[in-house]
Every structure is written in C-alpha cells, then in structure tokens.
C-alpha cells in the first residue's frame, strides 16, 4: 500500500512558479515510477509529467520546457516545479504512483492561475 500526499497548490498570476510535492510513505525509491497529472473543470485528466525508477523524465508537450519533475531522496517526495504558468495550467493536479503492478492516487491540490 502506498499512500501520497500533495502539497504547494495556490493561486498565481500567469507567468509565475509554483512548486508542488508528492510525499510518499514508502521510500521513494521502491516506486516504479511517480507521475504528475491534471484535471481541469469539464476535462480528462492527463498526464503532466513521470519520472521512473532509473531517473528517467518524460513531459507532456504542452509543458515542455517550462516544468520539471525531480525526485528528493532527503524529503522523499516527488515534486513538480512549473515555471512560466498560463491560465490553461489551472486544474486539480494529483500524483500517481506504480508499484509492483499497481496504481496509487493523492487527493489533488488545485492550481489557479490568473490572466
């Protein structure tokens, strides 16, 4: 069983960063792969960005360039910095994480960013 809290959401004006974290309470490491998604009002979710357990990224294209994932051994969390946000960045955004076959959700923490 893994169990994942986020955190960092918050209102911000587009242009700006936010950080979020994805704590795990397993060791990180043991995860397969941790991944970043997002649900906007009246949309799919989708996936934003994943890590695995060798290191390797992979980035929606939409945030390309602008985001990026990194894995904390010292916090143990996964955690997601978005730079340059746009108002289409507003959604609930969750982490995922794999495990022996198995899937594993957070709450969410809703991003808002204003024009």
């Known amino acids: 069983q893994v169990q994942l809290v986020e955190s960092g959401g918050g209102l911000v004006q587009a242009g700006g960063s936010l950080r979020l974290s994805c704590a795990a309470s397993?060791?990180?490491?043991?995860?397969?792969?941790v991944g970043w998604y997002r649900q906007a009002p009246g949309k799919q979710r989708e996936l934003v960005a994943t890590i695995t357990g060798d290191g390797s990224t992979n980035y929606a294209d939409s945030v390309k360039d602008r985001f990026t994932i990194y894995r904390s051994n010292a916090k143990n969390t996964v955690d997601l910095f978005m730079n340059s946000l746009k108002p289409e960045d507003t959604a609930v955004y969750y982490c995922n994480a794999h495990r022996s076959n198995l899937a594993y959700w957070g709450q969410g923490t809703q991003v808002t960013v204003s024009s």
């Open positions: 397993v060791n990180i490491f043991s995860i397969d792969a």
